[in-house]
């Protein structure tokens, strides 16, 4: 190479040099790629456009940069130096510590070379727990590691991608999103963030969303393992929650059933879906009167998703169903303080009303008929009842039983009087004779017998 263009290339490089003090870093690696054109064999003009390049960010290009100075220049201690520090920042901590190694080898006590060695070491060790953390399902454990790792790897997509997924399987779905959206301004092929922005979609139950952009993912990376899986799986969960619905629609209860409860082995990440399947399936559930199995799966789905109100209505209604008079209100407390509409209000009153009248004397049971008895079926209920417990009947047993059956005579008496009468007995179907007092007469029993059974002596126990 002649004189001429080596004094023209050192032109360069002073030119790009001056640009670079004034942190004007486009012109100074112009520049020094003018100088790099003219003489391609100086390790020095590539360190110089390695080192302008991290100020630019580029760290991938700085990194060739720099591997073609050491190349030139194998005891060029700043090319080493800067390969390492990409290395770093790209999160290759293994590849960085070894080109540390060589700054080292060439000037042992090189403090910047010393502190660098200990970060890659860290970030290492982070990935290591990062590693355990992502296999126990901590993924907190995991967000926390990355964290750590990125303030010294800050450009590593593959960390940012960790980091995303997590978050994503944390629920944490906008900061999920916009970690992945930063990586694909930067890099808009990149399939790991595309596979991060499907799986929020995923999670968020936008199932057709969510496959467009696993699809997307596999096309800019055909091997990507997760991405497949993903896509499989949306696209299952999708189809059996469809067919679930679908039976459920026609009246196929059962096989609904079986339906939801494929869906639910399919992938236990999904919360959002599998809090509808649970929920679906207790719909289900009451349809085919497994009550105490709705409430279980309404519980479930309640679990996996706080705010589900749909969830806590169909749970209360089972309560109300299985007269859990207590938990149906609790529940639909919940429900009214969440959305205060007129309807929840109506429900949390009648739940209110159920609760204060089971507490109250059953008179359905005392008499031993069903609510929707007839006037008939109650005087025969009476009839046979106030005779079982009869006083005179039981004037030969112990004082314990007599007091007994006296007081179940008296809870018979009063359990007719009321039912007996039309207007008595819709007070106390409707619960008004809670607000009232006239329902608290006191009842004679025996007054009541002999009504029933026609004047003295119309009826008596032969000894």
Known sequence: EDVTSLREAEGYKEQGNAHYIKKDYTEAFSYYSKAIDMCPKNASYYGNRAATLMMLSRYREALEDSQQAVR?????????????KCHLLLGNAMAASRCFQKVLELEPDNSQAQQEMKNAESILEYERM???????????????????????ASACHRFKVLKAECLALLGRYTEAQSVASDILRMDSTNGDALYVRGLCLYY??????????????????????????????????????????????????????????????????????????????????????????????CTKAIKLDESY???????????????????????????????????HKHLLKAAQLELKKSKRKDYYKVLGVEKNATEDDIKKAYRKRALMHHPDRHSGASAEVQKEEEKKFKEVGEAFTVLSDPKKKSRYDGGHDLEDDDMNMDFDANNIFKAFFGGPGGFSFEG
Do not use: W
Request: aromatic share 10%; glycine share 4%; net charge negative.
């Open 72 to 84: 030139l220049d194998d005891a060029f201690m700043k090319g080493h130096l800067r390969e390492g």
């Open 130 to 152: 990062a590693e355990i953390g992502f296999d126990k399902r901590d993924f907190r454990m995991v967000v926390f590691c990355m964290d750590r790792a990125l303030e010294s």
């Open 204 to 297: 968020e139950d936008c199932i057709d969303k969510a496959v467009q952009f696993f699809v997307q993912a596999l096309r800019m990376a055909p091997d990507h393992e997760k991405a497949r899986l993903a896509c499989r799986n949306a696209k299952a969960l999708k189809a059996k929650k469809e067919e679930g619905n679908q039976a459920f629609k026609e009246g196929g209860f059962e096989e609904a059933y079986e339906l939801y409860s494929d869906a639910l082995t399919i992938d236990p990440n999904n919360i959002k879906t599998n809090a509808k399947l649970y929920c679906n399936r207790a719909t289900v559930g009451s349809k085919l009167k497994k009550l105490e199995q709705a409430i279980e799966d």
């Open 309 to 343: 109100i749909k969830a806590y209505l169909r749970r209360a209604q089972c309560f109300m169903d299985t007269e859990q008079y207590e938990e149906a209100v609790r529940d639909y407390e919940k429900v009214y303080q969440t959305e205060k509409t007129k309807e």
